[in-house]
């Protein structure tokens, strides 16, 4: 990960070796611009440092972790989280997910300072409130079909910012693909002349001559589709992780490895905060999940640290508080708040394979937040596993659906058969492609 060439913000060398992009404000500063340092590393493969220190607010913890997600980045180690209920200092210790992910340190740096609160008028635990409604865009594109495509637009979005919210894709008998694109753009600039052409030119200059783009306003948009049929979805949201029947050997191994998670409460080493100590296997989006979790079951983060270890397992420290301020002690409490962490920490995503009529549809679903974001990059991944096994999309389609009592985003993909890797009749090439795609969201393939 060179650091020759890193865009956006200030700062000369660190120590170390390292560049930092900002200054430093000390605890308690009211200097907005300072509110966050990056310390990029000065060789690929070592860590780069990410310092937030800024007023405080709810959820604030779970929104960075999201964040640094959706730029492909990984929290290696450390995620040290300090707060007095008035103040946030937290430090991340990151890299890039793969060598193919272009992070752009300086647009990072915008997105997390514009997620830092104003330091006037700092309440101890807010409400959540629902934020206010994006501008969304369709992107229309037009090309020779060919392997890989979907994957291969995703990447270049990806890299541009641009938030997938929903595709429809289709094939034409002669070969012809049209690809449209709902999205919405994270650095807010779609709307000019200058953000759109530079867009179009990307995709053009990357996947060649013949793709033509359009960009538009897409008025009156909403999220959805048509729900799933009731058996496909009771399985796909009931689907649980000692369900090894219909999986692959590896896969079911994963599995197991996954249940021997440990989630512990503490309240005799703390007067005022309850510790809830985890360790369990390491995965992609692992301190996400944690934080999403606690942040949808209204639990303040007072204090956090988040290692690993050399077998693959993760171990973190929890300081946590319920919003009315006091100690988790309730046995009940601590039960419901148990198994919910271990639901959605351990098993955040579900994959399945279904028959759509005389075609196969692959299904890829995961909870949505109580402030209605959905889990970055899981199209990306999706793509790119299908991509990886050599299998064209013919279709596919985002959309949400409410069932146990959440809402959920859906991910559908109707799969196009053929010699190399028939589907119809084949358990087996079924059962390898969750397991590639579920490995994927995971992050054991990149």
């Not at 980045?73 to 060598?99: M, N």
């Not at 997938?164 to 000019?192: A, C, Q, W, Y």
């Not at 996947?207 to 496909?232: D, H, K, R, V, Y």
């Amino acid at each position: 990960m060179p650091v020759a060439g890193v865009g956006g913000g200030g700062g000369g060398r660190g120590g170390g070796g390292r560049m930092v992009l900002g200054g430093c404000g000390g605890a308690g500063a009211a200097v907005v611009e300072d509110a966050v340092v990056m310390e990029l590393a000065a060789a690929e493969g070592e860590d780069s440092v990410v310092t937030v220190n800024c007023p405080d607010q709810a959820g604030l913890g779970c929104d960075l972790c999201r964040t640094i997600l959706e730029f492909g980045l990984r929290i290696t180690r450390g995620a040290d989280v300090s707060t007095d209920g008035q103040w946030c200092y937290v430090i991340f210790w990151v890299v890039p997910r793969s060598p193919s992910i272009n992070v752009r340190w300086g647009s990072l740096k915008n997105r997390l300072m514009s997620m830092c609160p104003s330091s006037y008028a700092i309440p101890f635990y807010p409400e959540i409130t629902q934020p206010a409604p994006p501008q969304f865009y369709l992107l229309k594109l037009f090309s020779t079909d060919r392997k890989g495509l979907l994957h291969d637009v995703t990447h270049i979005l990806s890299e541009l910012e641009l938030i997938i919210h929903r595709v429809k894709v289709s094939t034409t008998p002669d070969g012809r693909v049209v690809n449209l694109f709902f999205i919405t753009d994270g650095m807010e600039l779609l709307h000019t002349k200058e953000r759109q052409e530079e867009t179009c030119s990307m995709l053009i200059a990357t996947l060649g001559p013949s793709l033509s783009c359009e960009i538009l306003l897409a008025e009156g948009f909403q999220q959805g589709f048509s729900s799933l049929p009731p058996t496909i979805s009771e399985e796909l949201f009931r689907l649980e992780l000692d369900d090894c029947e219909s999986s692959s050997r590896s896969l079911c191994a994963e599995m197991k490895k996954m249940q021997k998670a440990s989630i512990n409460f503490d309240n005799a080493l703390s007067p005022a905060h309850t510790l809830l100590q985890i360790i369990c296997v390491d995965q992609k989006g692992l301190l996400y999940d944690m934080l999403r979790t606690l942040k949808d079951c209204s639990i303040k983060v007072t204090y956090g640290r988040f290692w690993s270890n050399k077998k693959g397992f993760r171990e973190v420290d929890l300081f946590i508080k319920q919003a009315d301020g006091k100690k988790v002690i309730d046995p009940e409490k601590q039960e419901v708040l148990r198994s919910r962490m271990r639901s959605e920490m351990l098993h955040p995503l579900r994959v399945m394979i279904v028959n759509r009529g005389p075609d196969t549809e692959l299904l890829v679903a995961n909870p949505v937040e109580l402030s209605g974001k959905g889990r970055p990059r899981v199209f990306y991944d999706a793509t790119l596993a299908l991509k990886a096994l050599g299998i064209c999309i013919f279709s596919a389609e985002i959309g949400r659906q409410t069932a146990s009592e959440r809402q959920w985003e859906v991910y559908r993909f109707l799969l196009d058969d053929s010699k190399e890797f028939p589907l119809a009749n084949s358990l087996t090439n079924r059962n390898n492609i969750v397991d590639r795609v579920r490995k994927t969201l995971m992050g054991c393939y990149n």
